[in-house]
């Protein structure tokens, strides 16, 4: 099953570039979340969202609920952005404590 | 600083034997996880705490145990039941349920 998918899954881009992940759920959620996952393994928790949008940085989130639908651009990206991303829905019919992950987009940024 | 302290980074263990994997966390948490991530997979739940003394199976727990007597610490077992062990470990925490969490930097098991 994959209540969550995530597009692309992979995404090279140059320097300077304009970047959008997107994410697709087919659940009832309560919240959203996206990740930053670095190549040594450890997770970042970027932004939790239930409506609407919100920027850090050059980072924002967008989330559409009618159509369960979410966006992660980054601006003027920058090789330290090289990342997995990792979309996150907290299930509303699922297990309590269960976020449900998308498989994640691995994002390389050339100088 | 405030964070998760997964310990050791790298773990080597022959088939068949136990091992526990280290989660701690100083950020006054109550809630912690852990997940399991395969290549080309997303994270999946092995088991969940919300409180002190109690904890929730998630969707892979079979051939995991784990306790929650502190809650500072949320050790992970990985018993020989476990048909395929080799993955990397991912221990997180949350202030309540589903909030947003903060993540450790990972335990890469492998079992030879």
């Known amino acids: 099953k994959n209540e969550v998918e995530q597009s692309p899954q992979n995404l090279t881009a140059q320097e300077e570039e304009f970047i959008t992940i997107n994410c697709s759920y087919s659940v009832g959620i309560s919240a959203l979340h996206w990740l930053q996952q670095h190549p040594g393994g450890g997770i970042v928790s970027l932004f939790m969202l239930s409506s609407g949008k919100k920027k850090h940085g050059r980072l924002i989130a967008t989330i559409n609920i009618q159509e369960k639908h979410s966006s992660l651009h980054i601006t003027a990206s920058h090789p330290r952005d090289s990342a997995v991303y990792i979309c996150?829905?907290?299930?509303?019919?699922?297990?309590?404590?269960?976020?449900?992950f998308g498989k994640g987009t691995k994002l390389s940024v050339k100088p | 600083d405030g964070g998760i302290t997964q310990s050791p980074k790298y773990l080597f263990r022959k088939e068949g034997q136990n091992v526990t994997l280290s989660c701690e966390q100083n950020?006054?948490?109550?809630?912690m996880y852990w997940y399991r991530q395969d290549p080309g997979q997303g994270l999946r739940l092995i088991y969940y705490s919300q409180i002190v003394n109690d904890f929730q199976k998630g969707d892979i727990a079979e051939g995991y145990s784990v306790s929650r007597e502190k809650k500072e610490s949320f050790p992970l077992t990985v018993t020989s039941a476990q048909k395929n062990p080799t993955a990397f470990y991912l221990c997180a925490s949350s202030i309540v349920l589903l909030s947003i969490a903060f993540f450790g930097q990972g335990t890469r098991l492998t079992v030879v």
């Open positions: 950020l006054n948490h109550d809630a």
């Open positions: 996150a829905v907290s299930d509303y019919g699922g297990s309590q404590g269960n976020l449900i």
